[in-house]
């Protein structure tokens, strides 16, 4: 058994103790270290904002600005003019409340009261604190909100893609960027987008991100994160696509998640998507005035986004219409993928630890580790490594099975899609832990060659230290 493992699940069973069974753990699985989530820091300037106040204010306790825009502004007004050192924590606090916005400047011209969205946060060692507060079951697990103190941020345009949001955490070309930031106590809600897009929180190259204690509600997604390190907590995530996405990250800006004590439940596909590949659509900065900083040219030419590590613990992941949690490789087919950089080959690589989870009920396994996008349209063998490990998590009544371990796209494998449109990985491994037997009876898709196109796929799959002899199983 796993001593760490054993001590972390018996410590998330007892209320409020989730971070303190993490700091006892010190390092984590594969290395992380976590402690630089839970970092105490110097707290040096507080703003307001009240959406119910007559005239706009100055960001004072007794004059609140009406918007989180404006609070926003001065917090980045003061890191830029060094009034505030970075060293010193800026916390806006915003009351309960409506705060309608839009990213359309029509809309905002009309609407003077209306935030600028995305509400960018591209000021360091920031907190943005709304009033709502959740309340809990049993295990601790949030359920809905405790009426009066919602703080309610929401919009009526329609995001068509992931790269809309209601926040957004990234760094521009002046110098700004939205590390150590926190988002806390807000409902975030997409009015009318399609519930295949946009995100509620939006996240790309920044670093000891903390998103807690919000409610989001509709719209496609609820965190989705590019390149980023930080934390995902004790949220509560309703309706849309996929509640957290946590894609690749570069050496120059790792993903590494820590996402922990969050109910996603009821959502149309996956509820977790832990995916390798970073690709993404152009992030809209909408009705800033600002222009983001490009990606670093290493990253085109030798290090791409293709690196995830998650620590998913004591989670509500269920009744989901695709997967509980979903572990893959390539992204669908947003731009082109080049798997062949200077340096060779790119390999993407996966490593999750998993534990006290819940994935039941969902209606394509609890959970699944697959290729997904590997098109056939890539005149180059797609390869990949994935390392996991689980222990405690409950997997009941999902669909077909408990687990699905595949070299191609589940869908493929299940006989949804075509394999003249994607294909299976080639010199890939999958290496998966199951410390307690939770995920036995799990299906997997591992032949020896392509039955598309005879090529020999040479994918090898360990079970607890053992190789799996190639082949396939799929629950009937």
Not at 24 to 45: D, E, N, P, S
Not at 66 to 91: C, G, K, N
Not at 231 to 240: D, F
Not at 343 to 372: C, E, H, K, W
């Amino acid at each position: 058994m796993n001593t760490k493992f054993d001590e972390l699940t018996k410590g998330l069973a007892r209320s409020g103790t989730r971070r303190e069974s993490f700091n006892r753990l010190g390092v984590g699985f594969a290395g992380i270290v976590l402690v630089w989530l839970f970092a105490v820091q110097g707290h040096a300037a507080d703003l307001y904002a009240d959406a119910s106040v007559n005239a706009n204010g100055d960001g004072s306790g007794a004059r609140p600005y009406w918007r989180i825009t404006d609070a926003v502004e001065h917090a980045r007004v003061l890191r830029q003019t060094a009034a505030i050192p970075v060293s010193e924590r800026i916390v806006i606090h915003v009351a309960a409340g409506t705060y309608l916005g839009s990213k359309e400047t029509p809309v905002l011209n009309h609407n003077p009261r209306y935030e600028a969205l995305p509400i960018l946060l591209n000021v360091p060692n920031l907190t943005l604190a709304g009033s709502t507060v959740l309340t809990a079951d049993a295990r601790g697990l949030p359920v809905g909100m405790v009426p009066g103190t919602e703080t309610l941020l929401a919009t009526e345009d329609n995001y068509t893609d992931t790269g809309k949001s209601l926040i957004l955490l990234s760094r521009s070309t002046d110098g700004g960027v939205g590390d150590d930031v926190t988002v806390s106590g807000f409902h975030l809600d997409s009015l009318n987008s399609h519930p295949q897009s946009g995100a509620a929180i939006r996240l790309d190259r920044v670093s000891r991100f903390a998103i807690s204690q919000n409610l989001m509600t509709r719209g496609g997604f609820g965190c989705y994160a590019t390149r980023a390190s930080g934390s995902v907590e004790g949220n509560l995530i309703t309706g849309g696509f996929s509640g957290v996405v946590a894609k690749g990250g570069s050496r120059e800006h790792p993903s590494q998640c820590f996402i922990v004590g969050n109910r996603r439940v009821a959502g149309l596909s996956s509820g977790f998507v832990i995916e390798a590949d970073g690709l993404a659509p152009q992030i809209d900065v909408g009705a800033n005035r600002v222009e983001l900083e490009p990606l670093p040219v290493a990253e085109v030419r030798d290090d791409p986004p293709f690196t995830t590590e998650a620590t998913v613990v004591g989670n509500e992941c269920s009744d989901n219409g695709g997967t509980g949690m979903k572990c893959f490789m390539y992204s669908p087919s947003i731009k082109p993928i080049n798997p062949l950089v200077s340096s060779g080959t790119v390999v993407p690589r996966l490593t999750v630890m998993a534990a006290g989870n819940t994935f039941s009920r969902n209606r394509t396994y609890g959970v699944v580790v697959d290729a997904n996008d590997a098109l056939r349209s890539i005149n180059h063998p797609l390869t990949g490594q994935f390392q996991g490990e689980f222990q405690n998590n409950t997997l009941a009544d999902n669909m077909p099975a408990a687990a699905m371990f595949t070299f191609t796209a589940v869908a493929v494998s299940l006989g949804n899609a075509s394999l003249k449109d994607i294909k299976y990985l080639q010199q890939a491994t999958y290496d998966i832990t199951d410390l307690d037997g939770e995920l036995v009876g799990y299906d997997y898709d591992n032949p020896v060659t392509d039955p598309f196109d005879g090529s020999v796929l040479n994918n090898t799959l360990i079970v607890n230290g053992t190789i799996i002899p190639p082949g396939t199983k799929i629950t009937p």
